[in-house]
């Protein structure tokens, strides 16, 4: 376990099952991985970057936040204690450093700047149109983007989002999970005495 800093929640049950998949890993009858939110879900761990931008590419935002969660300014909102006011006031700030810290492309490169500088500046600015393109609007499923309560709330209100694919409910508890694999993981837990 990292900590927020790596955008990680504190989750025994979720953290062997990694340690697990590291020293067995789950491959498909295909020899590749599942997506490892279908294992594990969405909640454990917050991606600031999502809409094919890269607001936190550096990882200075998740960094902020978790030196605020630490110093006691805010509250980590996947915490069981955490309140509805906190959850928002974390939304705001979250809000507020992927702001500050988003990669900016739409100003003229300076004449200060070397011609190898404004030359790699260029190269970084086409590799992320190319990555932006190839990637869905919400995301790839393996860094699906973390939601508290009262944001799906406002999504649900505003009809932005699809109930049968609530981020909140851990892929094993949705509707579509393939029941073998439901079992499966809970067998594990039970043989391994983990508990959620």
Same mark, same amino acid.
């Given at each position: 376990? *990292?900590?927020?800093?790596?955008?990680?929640?504190?989750?025994? +049950?979720?953290?062997?099952?990694?340690?697990?998949?590291?020293?067995?890993?789950?491959?498909?009858?295909?020899?590749?991985?599942?997506?490892? =939110?279908? +294992?594990?879900?969405?909640?454990?761990? /917050?991606?600031?970057?999502?809409?094919?931008?890269?607001?936190?590419? &550096?990882?200075? !935002?998740?960094?902020?936040?978790?030196? =605020?969660?630490?110093?006691?300014?805010?509250?980590?909102?996947? =915490?069981?204690? $955490?309140?509805?006011?906190?959850?928002?006031?974390?939304?705001?700030?979250?809000?507020?450093?992927?702001?500050?810290? *988003?990669?900016?492309? $739409? $100003?003229? /490169?300076?004449?200060? *700047? $070397?011609? &190898? !500088?404004?030359?790699?500046?260029? &190269?970084?600015?086409? +590799?992320?149109?190319?990555?932006?393109?190839?990637?869905?609007?919400?995301?790839?499923? !393996?860094?699906?983007?973390?939601?508290?309560?009262?944001?799906?709330?406002?999504?649900?209100?505003?009809?932005?989002?699809?109930?049968?694919? =609530?981020?909140?409910?851990?892929?094993?508890?949705?509707?579509?999970?393939?029941?073998? +694999?439901?079992?499966?993981?809970?067998?594990?837990? *039970?043989?391994?005495?983990?508990? &959620?």
């Amino acid at each position: 376990y *990292r900590g927020l800093r790596a955008g990680l929640h504190k989750n025994p +049950l979720k953290a062997q099952m990694l340690k697990d998949f590291a020293k067995n890993p789950p491959y498909d009858e295909f020899g590749m991985l599942p997506f490892l =939110d279908e +294992l594990i879900g969405v909640d454990w761990v /917050i991606d600031l970057n999502e809409y094919q931008f890269a607001y936190d590419g &550096e990882g200075d !935002s998740i960094w902020s936040l978790a030196d =605020d969660v630490k110093k006691g300014i805010l509250k980590d909102p996947r =915490d069981v204690d $955490s309140t509805p006011e906190s959850r928002e006031e974390f939304d705001k700030q979250a809000n507020a450093y992927t702001f500050g810290n *988003r990669m900016n492309f $739409s $100003s003229d /490169i300076s004449n200060e *700047r $070397s011609e &190898e !500088s404004a030359r790699l500046f260029d &190269e970084l600015l086409i +590799l992320h149109a190319k990555l932006a393109a190839l990637t869905p609007p919400q995301g790839y499923p !393996s860094a699906p983007y973390y939601y508290t309560p009262e944001q799906l709330n406002d999504f649900y209100q505003r009809n932005v989002l699809d109930r049968l694919c =609530d981020p909140r409910i851990p892929a094993i508890y949705r509707y579509n999970f393939p029941e073998d +694999l439901k079992e499966k993981i809970k067998a594990y837990a *039970r043989e391994h005495n983990i508990k &959620e």
